[in-house]
């Protein structure tokens, strides 16, 4: 019987090929004083004085004499402790098909195999990302090895398995050696690595019943048992049940830790409920916590998301007074902050408080100032930061070149995004899908779709893969200068290769049809869209281009039908809407309507499907084009949009909004 074959694994658990230790490339010999040898070759202790060499199964270099020169004391024998430290040895270097011929010799000797020379080649398994042969060790070590396992040689190789990512397999290895056999019984760590697994997998109230479960198993929950589940509970946006924990974990006096606390305020600020995260923050301090850079990022993060910079920055400035020192990732989440609101010049002069503070800014922090810089017109600031950044010796990655290459393409300069794309590539960066579509776009923009086509071939070369984004810049690109059946060659040539056209590729075909006079062919291709997953559902820009079409072939009423069906779909019109339809009102019918009655109709219906922030909008344009609505259809917007006692106010800001 081979030393390491998997008869004693469940069917369900066992992986292929795992009838041995794995071979990798061979090592060089590991030396170990005490023994002085350093011979290629061995004789097999069972053949006396017959040398014979075995060039394929090499033994480690162990003098028969430094075993066999002592007498047995017990059930161990004199040289037991060096074979433990080879199994030691070969395991922190990886040698393991050294441990398969030391494991095999100690078989034959019958030496005792302890427990935590097994632990530790479960945790060299981990090291090599070999769980499946982890889990065929354990299963042998009783009947092959002589050796009980207990539950600390489970945990190990239950965290081995959950390290890879393998959870569901960690569930089933767990079930069939705790539930099934009941060989084990489980401990805290044990409970801690399987509500870990079940959170990963989102079974979240499988993780509860878990923990549930560990007094009956007298198991005590702790700091990281609470931690674990917190973080599953917000992750499942079940933030309240994850708060009651932390009154439950100090009841059972179990006290938090910052990991604690920051697992909940990260919760909280995803959510947007930054007032509950700071009354956190202070419950850290009265519980002797110390807020740490976790901590503050979380907040500032939070404040970012809900576009309150100026306190993000005035935290900023505390996080500094408590002695915490900032990170790459706090500076950066500000000045990402900041650009996305279209104050770029603020970022940059947090990069320079950044750098005063002795901290050099990396190549995100850069890459999100330049391409802020060119989104916001300030071509000339975004050259000249790309040069300081050259300067001060921050070498660009693929993400900052192509923030440039897609700001010259921005301010119509493609041509000169080229000679970027080729100094990047000589630089050793390798472009991406963004980089190529950013020139494909900017050559389009200038009508040179001559070179767009040709980067879309470099692209190819290059082996770059083709994305969505892409498909849908050439595809668009080609509609917009009239190319309408090379658009369709590249359609055909993206569903071909597998890749789902999403909104934005669906809406770019469907308005080159529609411009070319196709426009049953543009409604044959929306009706295939909306049979489409999720990700390519037609928005209000999608909608629009039918309108457009359909009410300058006066087919108004197939035009209200699908108003309706837009409706239904749960997307809502805008300004742009109701102009269209305002316009065909006016021009296509005799006789003439000025459109009230059709927006009234339209508020009345957004309003019974409570779709507020539409109603306020088309309220709004009547107003401004002086359009009438009925006295009970007002009721209703009111109704809808104005909370008890808040009326007048309302009205008031409405009619400011109108006449400003």
């Known amino acids: ?84 430290s080879l199994i030691d040895n070969y395991a922190d270097s990886g040698d393991f098909r050294s441990l398969q011929t030391l494991f095999d010799r100690m078989k034959r000797e019958r030496r005792v195999f302890v427990e935590r020379s097994f632990i530790k080649v479960f945790k060299a398994y981990g090291k090599a990302h070999l769980p499946e042969k982890a889990v065929d060790l354990f299963h042998r070590m009783a009947g092959d090895f002589q050796c009980t396992p207990t539950v600390r040689s489970f945990n190990s190789v239950l965290n081995v398995v959950i390290h890879e990512g393998m959870y569901r397999f960690a569930l089933e290895f767990h079930a069939d050696v705790v539930t099934s056999r009941k060989s084990i019984s489980p401990n805290v760590l044990t409970f801690n690595l399987v509500i870990r697994a079940m ?26 048992t609470y931690c674990t589940l917190m973080d599953g509970l917000c992750k499942e946006d079940r ?12 009841i059972e006096g179990c006290f938090p830790s910052s990991v604690t606390f920051n697992t909940l305020i990260n919760g909280l600020c995803k959510k947007g409920d930054l007032g509950r995260a700071a009354k956190l923050v202070n419950n850290m301090f009265l519980k002797g916590c110390i807020p740490n850079e976790v901590t503050y990022n979380t907040l500032i993060h939070g404040l970012c998301l809900k576009g309150k ?11 500094v007074l408590d002695k915490c020192v900032p990170n790459d990732v706090t500076y950066g989440t500000i000045i990402n902050g900041l650009v996305k609101q ?34 916001e017109g300030k071509s000339e600031e975004a050259m000249k930061l790309w040069e300081e950044m050259s300067q001060k010796g921050c070498k660009p990655n693929t993400v900052v070149f192509s923030a440039l290459i897609d700001g010259l393409c921005r301010e119509g300069k493609p041509d000169e995004a080229k000679k970027i794309l080729s100094e990047m590539v000589n630089n050793g960066c390798m472009p991406n899908a963004f ?42 690109g080609l509609c917009e200068v009239g190319k309408l059946k090379e658009a369709m060659m590249v ?38 869209m909306l049979c489409e997953e999720s990700a390519s559902n037609p928005d209000v820009i999608t909608y629009n281009i039918l309108f457009h079409a359909l009410c300058t072939q006066s087919s108004i009423s197939p035009a209200i039908d699908l108003l309706n069906n837009m409706l239904d779909q749960g997307c809502d019109p805008d ?51 002086f359009l009438p609505l009925k006295a009970s259809t007002w009721e209703k917007v009111v109704r809808a949009l104005c909370k008890p006692g808040k009326v007048r106010v309302a009205i008031d800001k409405c009619w400011s909004d109108v006449f400003s």
Not at 199 to 221: N, Y
């Open 1 to 84: 019987m081979p030393l390491f074959s998997s008869a004693s694994i469940p069917a369900r658990l066992r992986w292929k090929n795992l009838s041995s230790f794995p071979s990798p490339s061979p090592s060089p010999p590991v030396s170990f004083s005490v023994l002085s040898v350093s011979s290629p070759t061995r004789t097999h202790p069972n053949e006396n004085n017959h040398h014979h060499q075995d060039p394929i199964e090499e033994e480690p270099p162990l003098p028969n004499q430094l075993f066999k020169s002592a007498p047995q004391l017990g059930s161990y024998k004199s040289g037991d402790r060096t074979f433990y």
């Open 199 to 224: 959170c990963k997998l989102g079974l979240v109230d499988r993780a509860v019943e878990s923990f549930r479960e560990m007094p009956m198993r007298r198991c005590v929950p702790d700091v990281f």
């Open 239 to 250: 933030i309240d049940e994850a708060v009651l924990l932390l009154d439950e974990m100090q």
């Open 309 to 319: 910079l100026d306190k993000a920055i005035s935290l900023l400035d505390r996080m």
């Open 342 to 375: 279209g104050r770029v010049v603020d970022g940059v002069q947090v990069m320079v408080s950044m750098e005063e503070r002795g901290r050099c800014a990396n190549e995100f922090v850069y890459s999100t100032l330049i391409s802020g810089l060119f989104k």
């Open 435 to 476: 980089t190529y579509s950013s020139l494909m776009r900017g050559f389009f923009k200038v009508g040179d779709s001559h070179k767009a086509i040709l980067v879309w071939k470099e692209m190819a070369d290059n082996s770059c893969r083709d994305s969505d984004v892409c498909y849908s810049v050439i595809i668009s």
């Open 491 to 528: 359609w055909k040539q993206m569903l071909g290769r597998g890749c789902k056209p999403d909104v934005v590729t669906y809406t770019s075909m469907i308005h080159g049809l529609c411009n070319a006079g196709s426009v049953e062919q543009g409604l044959k291709l929306f009706n295939e």
């Open 575 to 625: 300004s742009v809407t109701c102009n269209i339809f305002l316009k065909a009102l006016r021009v296509k019918l005799d006789p003439p309507q000025d459109g009230s009655q059709f927006l009234d109709e339209l508020v009345v219906r957004l309003c019974n499907r409570q779709r507020t922030d539409a109603t306020s909008k088309i309220v709004e344009l009547m107003l401004q084009k």
